[in-house]
């Protein structure tokens, strides 16, 4: 009996041994290549992503990236590889244990999210796109400049300096933005007394011809009208960055007298100071509701109509510059980023917890209390509240295409039916291998990595392009 008493224990242990090496998921044959390969990327990515930000920082003085975006896309990439490579080569997850895959998936989700946030804080310091729409002028010389080189040969049109202030400023809607303010003219001796006083708005959609004389004054031979307009204008907005977009605010100005060849020229001698960061032409107490004022000022343009307006012929009518006084607004991006972040991590945070719970083993299932159907349940709940908050979303933008912040809910979709989906399969007679591995570990692994890969690739195409 001793000796069947010691045979029986030598098999426990080496029943024990091999159960507690099936648990530690020993690294298969051939393994051992992997870590000197990622330690050597991890080198490689480092110095590459370290020369970048260094060829960045002194070509442009900081890490915006509008002198060069490629290269500092390309910077958080290399940085996301040589991170993600560093916590394979330090952690190990090829050994296949449990926390070393669980600490592999979460350093390289950490790794994705400093990634995210680095390419917003440059986003956010990148200085703006050239919005002005036309050709900037902010002095006499250059308004000379640009119309000897635009006027029609052999036309000598009447000079009318005019003047804007804007008092107010509000979006109504995507494509509609209501104006309110002075403009004034300056009528000297050369200009005729037949000519119609007085302008027009051609952007405005009722309010074109409404502006109403609020004062006139006469100082030597110069006689000053001023007008008070108060306009909803109509403009092609793009909201393809929101919430990190600029946009161009611009008051287009046409003569009353089109029967006269009259170009309106800018007041220059009634502002102290034309530099655009210095606002000229925008009221001090302006509010501007979640918007921040960059430049204004103002510019011309040549636009080609292919109609004379029953005016003669339309092969006698040569376009003549026209005059728009612009405001270029940067949009302050906390209040709405924030707003639909926070409730979209919410949402993440929720159908993760989902994802980890669902599972085939009927122990956990009951202590869980969650079955296939309650997974469906919940979710269906989610997918309402994203729907109701997208939908809110692009009211508020009004944009015909597909606004940046709008991928954080279709992302949210597409998580949301992948959850689903996996709780399908997990309650499946037959399972893939991706679900059945190791009791439905590979997709809670990946959920994260997988949701913030995706929104900074898609953050990445959107705004580093070039």
Not at 400 to 426: D, H, K, M, R, T
């Amino acid at each position: 009996m001793g000796s069947s008493s010691v045979g029986s224990d030598a098999d426990d242990i080496d029943t024990g041994s091999k159960e507690a090496a099936g648990s530690d998921h020993v690294a298969p044959p051939g393994a051992g290549w992997i870590r000197p390969v990622v330690a050597v990327l991890a080198i490689l990515a480092s110095g590459a992503a370290i020369w970048l930000v260094r060829s960045l920082a002194s070509g442009a003085g900081s890490l915006s990236a509008s002198e060069n975006p490629p290269a500092a896309a390309a910077a958080i990439v290399l940085g996301v590889v040589a991170a993600m490579a560093g916590a394979v080569a330090a952690i190990r997850p090829e050994r296949g244990t449990l926390h070393g895959l669980v600490a592999t998936s979460a350093a390289w989700s950490l790794a994705l999210l400093i990634a995210l946030a680095s390419a917003w804080a440059v986003i956010a310091s990148t200085g703006l796109r050239d919005l002005w729409h036309g050709t900037r002028v902010t002095t006499p010389a250059e308004a000379d400049a640009y119309l000897s080189g635009h006027v029609p040969a052999g036309v000598d049109p009447i000079r009318i300096p005019t003047g804007v202030l804007v008092q107010s400023m509000e979006f109504l809607s995507g494509d509609n933005v209501q104006l309110t303010g002075y403009v004034w003219q300056r009528f000297g001796p050369d200009v005729p007394d037949d000519v119609a006083r007085g302008v027009v708005l051609p952007e405005a959609i009722r309010e074109a011809y409404d502006a109403k004389e609020a004062y006139r004054y006469v100082e030597g031979d110069v006689e000053t009208v001023g007008w008070y307009f108060y306009a909803t204008l109509r403009q092609p907005f793009s909201y393809g960055r929101y919430p990190f977009d600029e946009q161009d605010v611009w008051l287009r100005l046409w003569s009353r007298d089109f029967a006269r060849d009259v170009v309106l020229v800018p007041d220059f001698a009634s502002y102290r100071n034309l530099a655009p960061g210095a606002l000229p032409g925008i009221e001090s107490e302006f509010v501007f509701g979640g918007w921040k004022p960059v430049d204004s000022g103002f510019t011309y343009s040549v636009q080609p109509y292919d109609t004379s307006f029953g005016i003669g012929a339309a092969d006698d009518a040569p376009p003549l510059p026209e005059l728009y006084f612009n405001l270029i607004l940067d949009r302050e991006f906390g209040g709405p980023f924030f707003e639909h972040l926070v409730f979209s991590i919410a949402v993440a945070v929720l159908l993760f917890g989902l994802l980890v719970l669902t599972t085939d083993d009927e122990n956990l299932k009951s202590r869980f209390q969650l079955s296939t159907a309650g997974v469906l349940g919940a979710a269906s709940g989610l997918l309402f509240a994203v729907i109701l908050k997208h939908n809110q979303l692009r009211t508020v933008v009004g944009n015909q295409g597909v606004s940046y912040i709008e991928v954080i809910p279709i992302i949210l979709y597409g998580a949301i039916v992948a959850v689903v989906l996996n709780a399908i399969l997990v309650a499946a007679p037959w399972k893939p291998r991706v679900v059945a591995h190791r009791n439905n570990l590979v997709p809670v692994l990946a959920y994260w990595p997988v949701v913030l890969g995706l929104l900074l690739m898609v953050t990445l195409l959107t705004f580093f392009r070039g």
